[in-house]
């Protein structure tokens, strides 16, 4: 068993993820020493669209991320299509007056993992298999997955960044179903290697039918992104039909009997041919205590605000940062440290969690009521977004200065 000493203080962070690779850079620089454990063999490096709104870039920048840009394409439209490819005009991202950066998921892990300082290995293949805290330390059992061997090591701290279904929340908080709140979601999202046919490389599309959509996010330099959202009563089952028939099967059965059109059908037999793609339910994670003693979750693993608030990379990003520097504010005193970090994150995390309600009904409608009111917020939005008083009046709200402001303010 290695001991901890006072002037090597360790932290064992759990998950290679966004949020554990920054927080690795954000505790080095704070003085403290990261031992990085990853589940999966390698990186993950492959991606999705992700928009990475102001408090999640000012993180990056003051962390160290080098590279993150905005890869909105020029003259970038998104159009609100139907299934015989007629269009009229939608509503992207792009078109939010200092609205986020887009980018993929590939982007932020890569600028992540080439921050790390030279000391900071990752050992993957490796998952914690139990953890017990005493006033000095905690005490992880290892175990190394291609080897079958298992350690206990001590470190000073445990940083559970280890995604939505956490391994460290379940072993220090308890089972998943306590912290899993199910919004009856699927999605399924992946690159493709090329734009969908009658799409420009600058144009985005999205198709909105009851119960089901489809996104395709364009980039400037790289194919698009595609995004399958669909409503499901029971997660649980849905993930068994997909297994039994494969996902792109089960992606047709879902979007039809209609046929598919071009844009869906050329989506879904790319899928066929890759084995980069996420199929999930969507699920939000709450947990009333993000540390307990020498423990602290972060991430997804802590707040998980699913993909439609389009919050979960940028609040990982703030959140590895502001730990780094409530722990580099508080040298002595773990306690401090941590409560003021959960304190000081709370508010924002709790707005960025109750937008993913309203934003859900702007991706996927589950009634017409639900869909007269995404053309509506389209159609006002797009009015708004002509308007820098209007704008101006935007800017101004509490929302708005969350997600674009500096979280870790109070400790830079
Ligand atoms: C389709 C989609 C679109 C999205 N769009 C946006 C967006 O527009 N803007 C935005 O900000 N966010 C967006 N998100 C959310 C964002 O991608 C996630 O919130 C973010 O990537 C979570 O990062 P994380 O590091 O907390 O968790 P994860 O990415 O889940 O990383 C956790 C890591 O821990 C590892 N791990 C798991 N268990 C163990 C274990 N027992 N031991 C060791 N390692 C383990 C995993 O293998 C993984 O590498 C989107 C998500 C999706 C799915």
């Known amino acids: ?173 308890g089972p998943h179903e306590n912290y899993l709140n199910r919004l009856g979601f699927m999605i399924c999202a992946f690159e493709l290697p090329e734009s969908l046919p009658g799409l420009k490389q600058q144009e985005g599309a999205i198709l909105s039918e009851p119960g089901r959509s489809f996104w395709v996010f364009p980039f400037a330099d790289h194919a698009p992104t595609v995004l399958f959202s669909y409503h499901a009563d029971d997660v649980d089952a849905e993930r068994a039909r997909a297994k039994q028939v494969g996902v792109a099967q089960r992606l047709r059965q879902v979007y039809g009997p209609e046929p598919l059109g071009d844009l869906m059908g050329a989506a879904i037999e790319h899928l066929e041919n890759t084995d980069e793609f996420l199929f999930d339910s969507v699920e939000q994670v709450t947990v009333d205590h993000w540390h307990d003693g020498r423990v602290v979750l972060l991430g997804d693993a802590a707040w998980c605000p699913t993909l439609y608030s389009g919050m979960g990379a940028t609040s990982g990003l703030a959140g590895a940062d502001a730990l780094g520097l409530a722990l580099a504010k508080y040298p002595d005193d773990l306690e401090t440290a941590l409560s003021k970090w959960e304190e000081t994150l709370r508010p924002a995390i709790a707005d960025f969690q109750k937008s993913a309600y309203p934003m859900r009904e702007l991706f996927t409608q589950t009634s017409p009521q639900e869909q007269r009111k995404q053309t509506f917020t389209i159609a006002l939005r797009r009015f708004m977004f002509r308007f820098p008083l209007l704008m101006k009046l935007m800017m101004r709200s509490k929302s708005f200065q969350l997600r674009n402001g500096d979280l870790a303010a109070d400790f830079a």
């Open 1 to 173: 068993m290695t001991q901890a000493s006072s002037d090597t203080r360790r932290a064992l962070i759990v998950g290679a993820g966004i949020a554990g690779l920054a927080a690795a850079s954000a505790l080095a620089k704070a003085g403290w020493q990261p031992v990085v454990i990853e589940r999966a063999a390698q990186r993950r490096r492959g991606g999705y669209f992700i928009a990475m709104f102001g408090c999640g870039r000012t993180a990056a920048n003051r962390i160290g991320l080098q590279g993150i840009r905005n890869r909105v394409p020029d003259r970038a439209h998104t159009y609100l299509v139907d299934r015989a490819a007629n269009r009229r005009p939608g509503l992207g991202f792009q078109d939010v007056p200092n609205g986020p950066w887009m980018m993929l998921r590939g982007d932020v892990e890569r600028s992540a993992f080439d921050a790390l300082p030279d000391q900071v290995a990752i050992r993957f293949s490796t998952t914690p298999t139990a953890l017990t805290q005493d006033g000095e330390g905690v005490a992880v059992t290892l175990l190394n997955t291609q080897t079958g061997e298992s350690a206990v090591e001590r470190f000073d701290l445990v940083v559970g960044a280890d995604g939505i279904r956490s391994t460290v929340r379940q072993l220090a908080w």
